[in-house]
Each structure stands twice: as structure tokens, then as C-alpha cells.
């Protein structure tokens, strides 16, 4: 009897094994599925982002600096893309393409091109908002920061919307790339605080200061953006957006008094 059930124990174990072997092989199996899915998706949108900075070339100030940043967004998605190794560096990967997308959409309407297809949010787009009404605050230096809903001579920068480093930036066209620092260094500093209330305090369609102050609009997707921003720092430091902007990064990021 003993050895009857020694037999049935060590059968036991080995249909216990065998199983879980083939269980652990089956979800090796589906985890390389999905991480090869991330890849070929990432890889389309970059491959498209990268066709339409190759055939697209900026016609005034707005669009210029537009496609420029489209431009910065393909190089840090086909990086991110060439050493990701994750579904969620893949995603991210994606997240830098289709924002890079968004930027190419924004030139184009300005040079009255015919718009692509409709592109898919970015993360934390909707909650982000959008400027609805031409605002300008006084800095503490005595300069100024102007939003606008559309492109004009005083606000090329352009933002589609969304997350950085875990906080709204609402997409709108702006004097200043405010939102710069936060994304080169995944960190907001306390005076970004007093901006964003000055900026947007009762504008209809924007967070709230306290929206703002509370971030973590995006989970980790929103911190590791800000991470891989920080990542891309010197290159974005040495020529941001084709403009002057990396001269005025290298002073300590001091955007008008507010010092990001």
C-alpha cells in the first residue's frame, strides 16, 4: 500500500511539473506575442512620423518650430524604439511617434495642407484640455507668456496636449515652450505652480490648479515619459526645436522669472 502511494505521488509530481512547465512556456509564449505586437505598432507610427519629417518642411515661424518638433519626437521614438526590450518601452516608443504626429498635423494646418486621418489621443490628452481664449501673464522679470488657441507670430510653440512628467499641459500654441524643462528633466518645479494657475485660473476647458498640483495624470506611463524626456536631454539641450531655444536651456532654465 505504501508503495502504491509512493507511485501515485511521484506521479503526481511529475504531471505537476510537466504542467507547469508548459503553463510557464505558454505565457513566455503570449508575453512575446504582445511585446512583438507593441514593436510592429510602434514601428508604424515612427515609420510614418519619419516619412512626413522627411517630405515636410516648415513655411513660417509656427510651422518651422512644428516640424522641428516633430523632427525631436522621431529621433527619441526611433531610439526608444531601436533599444526597447518591454511592451511598455515599445508603448512609449509609440507615445513619442504619435506626439510627433500631432505636431506634424498642427504645421500642416498652419500651410493649409490637407490634414492626415484623424490620430489617436495621446496619453492624457482629453483631461489635459486645450487653451480656449488668447491669455498673457506678467513674469517676475518683467516678461511675458502668452497661450493661444491658434498659431500666430507671437506663439510658434505649439503643444498638442497630454502629459509631462505626470502633469496637464493643455495643447495650445504659446510664446515659450514652458513645458520644456519638465519633459527634459521628468520634474515640475514649485513655481510651475503659481504659472499654471496665473495662465489658466477660469479658462473653460482647461484643468484646475489643483488638477495641476495633484498630477499623476497618467500613472507611470506619465512618469516614464518624463524619464525618457530626461534621457534625450542633450540632445534636445543642444538644439531644441531648430531654434535658439538650447542656448536659452543651458542658462539653468529660467523661462521668464518663473527659473524651471
Known amino acids: 500500500m505504501l508503495d502504491i502511494l509512493v507511485l501515485l505521488a511521484i506521479a503526481g509530481g511529475a504531471v505537476w511539473f510537466f504542467n507547469s512547465r508548459k503553463d510557464k512556456k505558454q505565457q513566455q509564449e503570449l508575453e512575446q506575442v504582445k511585446f512583438d505586437d507593441a514593436i510592429a505598432d510602434a514601428r508604424r507610427w515612427v515609420d510614418r512620423l519619419g516619412n512626413q519629417v ?8 509656427a510651422s518651422t518650430q512644428a516640424m522641428a518638433d516633430a523632427s525631436e519626437r ?10 526597447a526590450t518591454t511592451v511598455k518601452q515599445a508603448q512609449l516608443a509609440r507615445e513619442s511617434a504619435l506626439e510627433g504626429m500631432h505636431y506634424v498635423n ?32 506678467q513674469q517676475e522679470d518683467g516678461t511675458t507668456l502668452t497661450a493661444s488657441p491658434v498659431a500666430t507670430d507671437e506663439t510658434p510653440n505649439y503643444y498638442p496636449g ?29 513655481s510651475s505652480m503659481m504659472m499654471f494657475s496665473a495662465m489658466f485660473a477660469g479658462m473653460a476647458g482647461t484643468p484646475s490648479a489643483e ?11 506619465g512618469g516614464e515619459m518624463g524619464d525618457a524626456g530626461g534621457e534625450m536631454g542633450g540632445d534636445m539641450g543642444g538644439d531644441f526645436g531648430g531654434g535658439d531655444f538650447g542656448g536659452d536651456m543651458g542658462g539653468g532654465f529660467d523661462f521668464g522669472g518663473f527659473d524651471f
Open 54 to 61: 522627411l517630405t515636410i518642411s516648415g513655411e513660417d515661424a
Open 74 to 83: 522621431y529621433n527619441s521614438a526611433a531610439s526608444a524604439l531601436s533599444s
Open 106 to 137: 498642427a504645421a500642416r494646418e498652419i500651410m493649409g495642407m490637407t490634414p492626415g486621418p484623424e490620430l489617436p489621443e495621446l496619453e492624457g490628452q482629453r483631461r489635459a484640455g486645450k487653451v480656449t481664449e488668447r491669455r498673457t501673464i
Open 162 to 190: 497630454g502629459n509631462v512628467a505626470g502633469r496637464p499641459v493643455p495643447a495650445g500654441w504659446y510664446s515659450a515652450a514652458w513645458w520644456a524643462p519638465a519633459m527634459m528633466t521628468g520634474m515640475w518645479t514649485a
Open 211 to 221: 488638477e495641476f498640483a495633484a498630477g499623476d495624470m497618467g500613472g507611470d506611463m
